[in-house]
């Protein structure tokens, strides 16, 4: 059974940079597992915020970014603000099987 | 992009349950569809997503065998067919449309629960 792993949690200060990463079972994340990222705040819906590693949506703010680093994929936040406070999850796709996983989730703490 | 889901509700154990999405605000039929569940508390699970035109569907692995997803163009809706549920399917299922190529999951709708019990 492939696994996604992200960090659990991570905690940043307000205006710093923080980088969440997304790693799979089967190996390194190439651009092949078309990362996408989403950001769930406590009782709300998923937003989508990336897709194919590091394209953003007409909604995404310019501080998310995306990239591969060292084997995985990875969203940074740079001058991070209290309203990033979130789960983040990654998702990656298995051309073997046509099927997408979700990480495990991040819970983002600004502090 | 509005998409309502709908069906949701209170299973027995080794019950069975069909799930609606009713879609509006974009042309339903050139996009993939996607569900994906959130347990109580518990991260995102992708569930299954099917092709624009239905002739592809592909599915969670440990799932396979016992869900089911498929839609209706004329009508501009997603369904999900849940069968021989257990306690662990117990969930909050979303609906969700990909925005493009390799845009899994763009738009979300707010879900449907399922709860699972005797």
């Known amino acids: 059974q492939t696994v996604v792993t992200q960090e659990p949690s991570l905690t940043v200060s307000p205006g710093g940079t923080v980088t969440l990463t997304c790693a799979s079972s089967t190996g390194a994340v190439t651009s092949n597992y078309y990362p996408s990222w989403f950001q769930q705040k406590p009782g709300q819906t998923p937003r989508a915020l990336m897709f194919s590693m590091n394209n953003k949506y007409s909604w995404t703010p310019a501080r998310f970014s995306g990239s591969l680093l060292g084997g995985k994929a990875a969203l940074t936040l740079s001058g991070v603000q209290p309203e990033d406070e979130a789960d983040y999850y990654c998702?990656?796709?298995?051309?073997?099987?046509?099927?997408?996983?979700f990480g495990g989730g991040t819970k983002l703490t600004v502090l | 992009v509005q998409l309502v889901e709908s069906g949701g509700g209170v299973v027995q154990p080794g019950g069975s349950l069909r799930l609606s999405c009713a879609a509006s605000?974009?042309?339903?039929?050139?996009?993939?569809m996607i569900w994906v569940r959130q347990a109580p508390g518990k991260g995102l699970e992708w569930v299954a997503n099917?092709?624009?035109?239905?002739?592809?569907?592909f599915y969670m692995d440990s799932l396979r065998g016992r869900i089911s997803i498929s839609r209706d163009n004329t009508k501009d809706s997603l369904f999900l067919h849940m069968f021989g549920l257990t306690v662990e399917d117990a969930a909050l299922y979303f609906c969700a449309a990909a925005g493009g190529p390799w845009r899994e999951a763009a738009y979300w709708g707010q879900g449907a629960l399922i709860a699972v019990s005797s």
């Open positions: 099917i092709s624009p035109d239905g002739s592809g569907t």
């Open positions: 998702l990656l796709y298995y051309g073997s099987s046509n099927t997408w996983v």
């Open positions: 605000g974009f042309i339903f039929d050139n996009h993939w």
